[in-house]
């Protein structure tokens, strides 16, 4: 079973609800009518199609969506040329990343070149939120477009003003990662410029690498930066320490540069302050995910093993429960206290999302997509199938992946975790136990109302042993 990954505060429509937009038939004929055309691209990113509202909770509020009203669509097929889609597009991922898009339906607004000038999200009952994020967008559409204002800087790198222009457009879109930018940025401050403690906020809103010369910089005025880790709200010092964190080590994984990718984990670490084993915890999944992307099996085994054990294995099943249960409960605060908040658990949600739509039905509320099955488990089980991908054939490797997996099992019976353990099994000799264990994967996966497809096709392979 390939890596699972838990899906975290999602926005979501229950309806099609641009399904009176005339929709291009794919991106790439959205972008080519808009090359002729001269208009822009709305790209409407929604999730897939839900049965019955109902389905989620008795309580909430149904209502037609404003996106349908006949001059929210009028002035919408005036001014762009829309793309209507689902976040399973895979044709649109590479947007969906660009844009930081993390929130659905998401409404996304393209220049013939793809580039993101304007991004908006969520449903309304109102028709002025549509009509107001076309005006605001075509606003936009007549700034400077990023990719002439990245030529302006390549032709004179040491303009401060075109430097800000730039990370200023960049962050308007959701564009978190400006940390190079941020380096040429201070290159041409004075030290007195650090002095300024909007500066210093400015220097931190940017993501600037851990080992960066912006970050050793700020940190000659070490008042002004506790400063803003004391008074800033905590939403954004955590937005804050995720970029600075997330930036340095894509950038360390890129260069395989070890050197960064530590430093980026001491971040990580120190964020944590006080709380050693939480820091340690946070040091040494950063480092995994590093040697993880730069291939290097050796270090990332070693540390595997040191981390799964120290942080998963010692602690009981029902300690685990009990923690994820405090857990869950300290993330319920919405960051829009003026919304109604409903849990979904992935498991109800993904067996919605296999159902036919229901026309025109919505929510204002908004939907927090978790799992309810364990995090714990989530992480144990993705550690173990990723040492049955790296291929390793040593019995002890294989013998603590068999053991995190029964244990993400034990914490969440699902069939894609049953699944990695037959693999395991089958790797390690033992072909009986594995046929069994898939064929439990099988059932488990009709329970969950899930296509069995893939997993009766490896059950064949277990069992004429040609896995």
């Not at 909430?60 to 793309?83: G, H, M, P, R």
Request: hydrophobic letters at 35%; a positive charge; charged letters at 25%.
């Amino acid at each position: 079973m390939k890596t699972i990954f838990s899906i975290i505060a999602l926005f979501i429509s229950l309806s099609g609800f641009a399904q009176d937009l005339k929709s291009s038939k794919s991106l790439r004929t959205a972008l080519s009518q808009s090359a002729e055309t001269d208009k822009p691209v709305l790209l409407i990113v929604n999730t897939p199609k839900l049965a019955s509202q109902k389905d989620l909770t008795a309580n909430a509020k149904v209502f037609k969506s404003a996106l349908t009203e006949k001059d929210v669509i009028e002035k919408i097929e005036q001014n762009f040329k829309v793309y209507e889609t689902t976040m399973m597009d895979t044709s649109i991922r590479s947007i969906i990343r660009s844009g930081n898009i993390k929130r659905f339906p998401a409404y996304i607004f393209l220049r013939q070149s793809k580039e993101i000038f304007f991004s908006d999200f969520g449903n309304s009952t109102d028709k002025k939120k549509y009509l107001l994020m076309v005006d605001n967008a075509l606003a936009a559409y007549k700034e400077e477009p990023i990719a002439e204002l990245e030529k302006d800087i390549e032709a004179d790198g040491s303009n401060i003003s075109l430097i800000k222009k730039l990370i200023d457009s960049r962050k308007k879109i959701g564009i978190t990662n400006n940390a190079d930018l941020i380096e040429k940025y201070v290159n041409n401050l004075k030290i007195s410029d650090f002095d300024s403690y909007d500066n210093i906020r400015y220097i931190l809103e940017s993501g600037p690498y851990a080992d960066g010369k912006a970050y050793r910089l700020i940190y000659n005025n070490k008042k002004l930066v506790d400063s803003f880790y004391k008074n800033e709200p905590l939403q954004k010092r955590v937005a804050v320490n995720n970029a600075i964190i997330s930036n340095t080590m894509i950038a360390a994984a890129k260069e395989k540069n070890a050197a960064r990718a530590m430093a980026g984990a001491n971040f990580a670490r120190s964020s944590w302050t006080r709380d050693y084993r939480a820091g340690d915890k946070a040091y040494n999944n950063q480092m995994l995910w590093y040697y993880y992307t730069v291939k290097d099996t050796a270090s990332y085994m070693r540390s595997a093993l040191y981390f799964y054990d120290n942080h998963y294995m010692n602690v009981s099943a029902d300690s685990i429960k009990k923690i994820e249960a405090r857990n869950h409960k300290a993330t319920m605060p919405s960051p829009f206290p003026d919304k109604q908040v409903k849990m979904v658990s992935k498991e109800k949600m993904d067996s919605l999302m296999r159902l036919p739509g229901a026309k025109n039905v919505t929510t204002q509320s908004i939907f927090s997509v978790t799992s309810s099955s364990s995090n714990y488990a989530m992480e144990l089980n993705n550690a173990a199938w990723k040492f049955y991908e790296i291929g390793t054939k040593n019995i002890n490797n294989l013998s603590k992946a068999m053991l995190w997996s029964r244990r993400s099992i034990e914490l969440a019976p699902l069939s894609g975790y049953y699944d990695t353990l037959a693999h395991i099994l089958y790797r390690m000799g033992y072909y009986e136990e594995a046929v069994k264990t898939q064929e439990t994967a099988i059932e488990k996966g009709k329970q969950e109302k899930m296509s069995v497809t893939n997993l009766q096709s490896e059950l064949k392979k277990i069992k004429s042993k040609s896995l």
